[in-house]
């Protein structure tokens, strides 16, 4: 196997490999990590909701994915789907808080809280019903004193460093050294994409211009088309959007071009996003994606619980180390020159020869 296939990112036999461990832990208690079968829950009786952000269940981002590993569990697990295990889409921030409480209310083993926006939700819904269990994708819920709630698992995940790396790759493509980035809501975790990205392009190409505009919204494709048009009509000619459904306007302004005959590019997130920019046949206007394994982060968090080991008031992160962020499987549009550059940096992450900005202010500082 290639080395950079094997390395960039977990590959689907990693992922079965994975689940085939989950399984086995799950037969066998004797195992490491799994609980004495007095302490566990069985699994019949086992149950677990998500409450999606407002993206929604088919954002092709990281509700999407969430759901994703949700439903491989509760498949591997023989769990009815509604039953035991299902999601509340949420249309609006104002339903965070009821559709958690909806949750509770069903007395399930697990709940989770898909994505930052639902920190305050959870927060009012986990203090008020302390012997209920919580989990939250991309954040961390504290209580009055700053400290983790002891009923809330927190999943962070590195995404300065996967964005560093299709940095790397827009630095290397672009033709006209002029980039963007399109943010959803901007926030410290969406500055995070950011300046990992600009620090990738900075790293190989310290001429090229980074344009970068928030769209202050997840669930706004026209917004995100809007940006995107005013973008690459200024001479920008790869995107990198961290943008929820809002990134699906991005694709849209990227395949009417492509298919104008214009040479632009759009670097897709948190899942391999490939098909989102399929134009004519089997063309893609997308470059690569940045991966964040929400779904492999769900399963195994979700998993734990049910063998009695809930990670309550702890802060797990995901980075390249152990596969939680990396580049996506379909790597078509990208030259070996590219790949054997993205292995190269990956490697030096890795070793921790390179410290990967997240903020604005360690971006000012960043150098290699």
């Not at 306007?249 to 632009?264: M, P, S, W």
Request: proline fraction near 2%; glycine fraction near 10%.
């Amino acid at each position: 196997m290639k080395k950079w296939l094997r390395t960039v990112t977990m590959t689907v036999a990693a992922a079965v490999a994975l689940t085939a461990c989950g399984a086995a832990e799950e037969e066998t208690p004797e195992t490491g990590d799994a609980a004495p079968a007095d302490e566990a829950t069985e699994v019949a009786d086992f149950t677990v909701g998500m409450v999606t952000d407002v993206g929604g269940i088919d954002d092709k981002s990281f509700n999407e994915s969430a759901w994703q590993g949700l439903s491989e569990l509760g498949q591997d697990l023989g769990l009815e789907e509604g039953t035991g295990y299902r999601y509340i889409q949420s249309g609006d921030i104002a339903d965070f808080e009821p559709n958690l409480r909806n949750l509770i209310r069903e007395d399930v083993d697990l709940a989770w809280a898909i994505g930052f926006l639902m920190e305050d939700a959870t927060r009012t819904v986990a203090t008020q019903n302390e012997d209920a269990q919580f989990a939250i994708v991309d954040m961390v819920v504290t209580d009055d004193d700053g400290q983790p709630l002891p009923n809330v698992a927190n999943i962070t995940f590195k995404e300065h460093e996967g964005s560093f790396l299709v940095g790397v790759a827009a630095g290397m493509q672009t033709t006209g050294d002029k980039v963007g980035f399109i943010g959803g809501v901007e926030s410290a975790l969406i500055k995070k994409f950011e300046n990992g990205f600009k620090a990738g392009v900075k790293a190989v190409n310290p001429d090229a211009e980074v344009v970068v505009q928030y769209a202050e919204s997840f669930n706004d494709a026209t917004r995100g088309q809007q940006i995107a048009n005013t973008m690459y009509s200024q001479g920008a000619d790869i995107i990198y959007h961290a943008a929820g459904g809002t990134g699906n306007g991005v694709f849209t302004e990227a395949r009417n071009r492509a298919l104008n005959g214009e040479d632009v590019w759009v670097i897709g997130v948190d899942q391999d996003q490939h098909e989102e920019g399929i134009y004519e046949g089997e063309q893609s206007v997308t470059l690569t994606s940045m991966v964040k394994r929400v779904d492999t982060a769900v399963y195994a968090v979700t998993e734990r619980t049910m063998n009695g080991d809930f990670p309550g008031g702890e802060v797990l992160e995901f980075g390249i180390e152990d596969d939680g962020v990396g580049i996506a499987p379909t790597r078509d549009n990208l030259s070996e020159e590219i790949l054997n550059a993205v292995v190269e940096y990956l490697e030096q992450i890795q070793a921790g020869e390179i410290s990967v900005p997240q903020t604005d202010e360690e971006f000012e500082e960043f150098s290699l």
